[in-house]
């Protein structure tokens, strides 16, 4: 069946570390995956996104890394910063699917 | 570029008693998603739509919730009669284009809170 899923509820990380959140997914046919970021009371917002042909994907303080041998997928965000503290939520989406699916979220705190 | 926008804010109903909300999305994105995202949780995908065209709604409870999007742009998410279970965020979000090539990117709007009591 489909489903995603997040190793960590919630991640506390000094500022100006990095931060590392972790996703594994189970439906071996995802094809294409994001990672969301949700701030207290707003929608989720598009982050960054990967395809299963690459195994890493770069953006601004960003980076994203597929593992399908495990099913694992991670976001790392470099020299976090107060503004990045929110819920991320990795997603999923199968290459026969339209829909994306989403995990159950980890919360990311920054300890000043 | 004007975002998602979404009607009500908040609601607070008692159970049994039915809700509407309404979405506006992105000017020109064709596919429309209504998530429902309860308390500590990932937002689940109610139904989305294709222009005016349903796409998948295999996890509406259509017992009791129902959704339209009659001119393929704006849409309304109804629940007729509520439960105290339906207490959640309704996220509406859309995107530019359905299909394989398509990205993840989806619009949200900042939702709608329902509390049923």
């Known amino acids: 069946g489909e489903s995603v899923g997040l190793h960590l509820p919630t991640l506390s990380v000094q500022e100006g570390d990095n931060s590392i959140i972790n996703c594994a997914y189970s439906?071996?046919?995802?094809?294409?995956f994001i990672w969301y970021k949700q701030e207290s009371g707003k929608g989720p917002q598009f982050i960054i996104d990967?395809?299963?042909?690459?195994d890493k994907r770069q953006g601004q303080r960003v980076t994203v890394l597929l593992n399908k041998t495990v099913k694992h997928l991670s976001l790392q965000i470099a020299a976090t910063q107060p503004g990045d503290s929110a819920v991320y939520f990795c997603?999923?989406?199968?290459?026969?699917?339209?829909?994306?699916?989403f995990g159950s979220g980890t919360r990311l705190s920054i300890r000043p | 570029e004007a975002g998602v926008a979404q009607s009500p804010r908040y609601k607070i109903i008692e159970k049994r008693q039915s809700v509407a909300f309404w979405c506006n999305p992105i000017?020109?994105?064709?596919?429309l998603y209504w998530y429902q995202q309860i308390l500590g949780q990932g937002p689940k995908l109610l139904i989305q739509?294709?222009?005016?065209?349903?796409?998948?709604d295999s996890q509406l409870p259509k017992d009791r919730f129902s959704a339209e999007r009659l001119k393929g742009v704006d849409s309304t998410l109804k629940i007729q009669p509520a439960k105290l279970e339906d207490s959640a965020v309704y996220l509406c979000?859309?995107?530019?284009?359905?299909?394989?090539?398509?990205?993840?990117?989806?619009?949200f709007g900042e939702g709608s809170r329902l509390t049923v009591l």
């Open positions: 979000a859309s995107s530019f284009r359905l299909g394989l090539a398509a990205t993840g990117e989806l619009f």
């Open positions: 439906n071996s046919a995802s094809d294409y």
């Open positions: 990967i395809r299963s042909n690459m």
């Open positions: 997603a999923e989406k199968g290459s026969s699917a339209s829909k994306i699916i």
């Open positions: 000017s020109g994105h064709a596919t």
């Open positions: 739509f294709q222009n005016n065209g349903v796409v998948d």
